[in-house]
C-alpha cells in the first residue's frame, strides 16, 4: 500500500479543528451508516478525516511484514473511508508533531511522514498512539454542509480518548445516544 495523501496539506493548517461526524440511524448512504468519523478543516480544500470504527480484518503485522515489533500483535488497519481506499492514513497521539503534519486535536495528528512512522513502529509498543486507515473521507467545499442541512449527521467535539481508548464496536451506539440528547 502507498501513503494515501502523504505532505498534500501544508505544514501551515496547524489549527486543530476536529469534531466527529455522527452518522445519524436514518443515513441512506451504505458507506457511513453507523460510522463516526473524525474530521478537520484545512485551511484550503474540503474537509477531510477518518471514519474511527470499522476495523477491518487485516493485522498490521501483515501491512508492515518487515516490522518485527509487530508481529504477534492483533493490532488491525482500520477503514477510514471511501476515497483512495489503496493507500494509508496515519492518525498519531504524541506531544510532538511530526514533520508534514495536519493538527487534529490537542496532541493529535494526520501525518504522510513515511520515516516518523516507521520510527514508530520500531518502538516496544509499536501502536500505542497510533491508528492506519485504509482511505480516508473527503468532502468538496459545501458538500457537508449540504449534508449536514439534510440531517445526515449529527456534530459532537472530538476527543483522543474516544479515537485511541474505546472499543470500535461500543463507539456509535455511544456518540448516536449523547449526540441525540444534546442535538446541535
Do not use: C
Request: glycine share 10%.
Amino acid at each position: 500500500m502507498m501513503l494515501a495523501w502523504a505532505g498534500t496539506v501544508a505544514a501551515a493548517d496547524m489549527v486543530a479543528n476536529g469534531i466527529f461526524l455522527i452518522a445519524k440511524r436514518e443515513m441512506r448512504d451504505p458507506r457511513f451508516q453507523e460510522t463516526v468519523v473524525l474530521i478537520t478543516q484545512p485551511q484550503e480544500g474540503g474537509p477531510f478525516g477518518v471514519i474511527i470504527n470499522r476495523p477491518l480484518t487485516h493485522l498490521l503485522a501483515e501491512i508492515f511484514p518487515e516490522q518485527g515489533t509487530l508481529k504477534g500483535k492483533k493490532d488491525v488497519l482500520f477503514l477510514g473511508g471511501p476515497v483512495g481506499r489503496d493507500g494509508l492514513m496515519f492518525l498519531v497521539r504524541t506531544s510532538k508533531p511530526p514533520a508534514r503534519a495536519v493538527h487534529v486535536l490537542k496532541d493529535v495528528y494526520f501525518t504522510g511522514d513515511a520515516n516518523w512512522i516507521e520510527a514508530q513502529l520500531k518502538r516496544p509498543d509499536p501502536t500505542r498512539g497510533l491508528r492506519v486507515y485504509a482511505g480516508y473521507s473527503g468532502w468538496s467545499l459545501g458538500q457537508l454542509q449540504n449534508e449536514l442541512e439534510r440531517g445526515d449527521w449529527l456534530v459532537l467535539p472530538a476527543d483522543a480518548e474516544t479515537i485511541f481508548e474505546k472499543d470500535p464496536a461500543t463507539i456509535w451506539p455511544t456518540l448516536i445516544k449523547r449526540a441525540s440528547l444534546h442535538p446541535t
